[in-house]
């Protein structure tokens, strides 16, 4: 693993700003997704808003990856394809958006309900954004990547879910991907070994939780996620820089 890299401010105020975008695309997706509106239409309307701001979606093209956003359903955990599929009231639906501005990347996702959704599925949701905020809390400089990793896992696990091990959050910056690999579980064998977290470093930080088991599948697409035993997944991310004074989330409007 390569060495963790600084932003300085002038960075900083750019992914502020490629944040402040991604958080508004994730809004605007977020009150057009109805039931029978097409994922095909969201990603549209995220794409248009994005370059009409004078950003450039993050993911159109990113090895190969055909659309402006993902949009992911139910079961599907992540890295969904929009399509023809129309939104179905109950639906889970994962957005996840990215960002570049001036060069510099924002990374952002929610879970949005359509319509009136399943008891199951709203505690799935509130304690998956609770898990974020709870990972966002421990960041600090001086801190492993294990201690942010062991505040969500014991938070998920401890409520009888379960923390998706195959996808992670990561650095970000002048690429989408950056170190260091952030991981939702405590990884044993690296334990003590794992990157510190330096002052000015941005974390895209993600949590993904299911109500069953953790492991994954990839569907013949070559992209979309899918829970193994097909029950119902949740996802947020926020871009956060640690800061002097703790974690400062990018990814606000």
């Given at each position: ?80 394809i929009p399509g023809p599929y129309r939104l ?166």
């Amino acid at each position: 693993m390569g060495g963790i890299e600084s932003k300085t401010p002038v960075e900083l105020a750019k992914m502020r700003q490629a944040g402040r975008l991604v958080a508004e695309t994730l809004q605007l997706v977020s009150d057009i997704a109805e039931p029978g509106i097409t994922t095909e239409q969201l990603d549209r309307a995220a794409g248009d808003y994005i370059l009409k701001s004078g950003g450039t979606p993050a993911f159109k093209g990113y090895r190969g990856f055909p659309a402006n956003i993902c949009t992911s359903v139910n079961e599907q955990i992540v890295h969904g394809i929009p399509g023809p599929y129309r939104l179905r009231e109950g639906d889970l639906l994962k957005l996840d958006v990215g960002a570049i501005w001036q060069g510099y990347y924002g990374d952002g996702a929610a879970t949005v309900p359509i319509g009136e959704i399943s008891e199951e599925a709203r505690d799935l949701m509130q304690l998956t954004r609770e898990a974020l905020n709870v990972g966002i809390a421990g960041l600090r400089a001086g801190v492993r990547v294990s201690d942010v990793a062991a505040r969500i896992q014991q938070l998920v696990e401890g409520r009888g879910y379960s923390v998706v091990r195959d996808y992670s959050g990561h650095g970000i910056g002048r690429a989408l991907h950056e170190d260091p690999r952030v991981p939702n579980y405590v990884e044993r064998r690296l334990l003590g070994r794992d990157p510190v977290l330096p002052e000015g470093a941005v974390i895209a930080l993600e949590p993904m939780v299911n109500v069953g088991k953790p492991q994954t599948e990839l569907l013949s697409n070559g992209w979309t996620v899918v829970t193994r035993d097909r029950k119902l997944s949740a996802h947020f991310e926020h871009t956060v820089a640690i800061g002097a004074e703790g974690p400062v989330i990018l990814t606000l409007p």
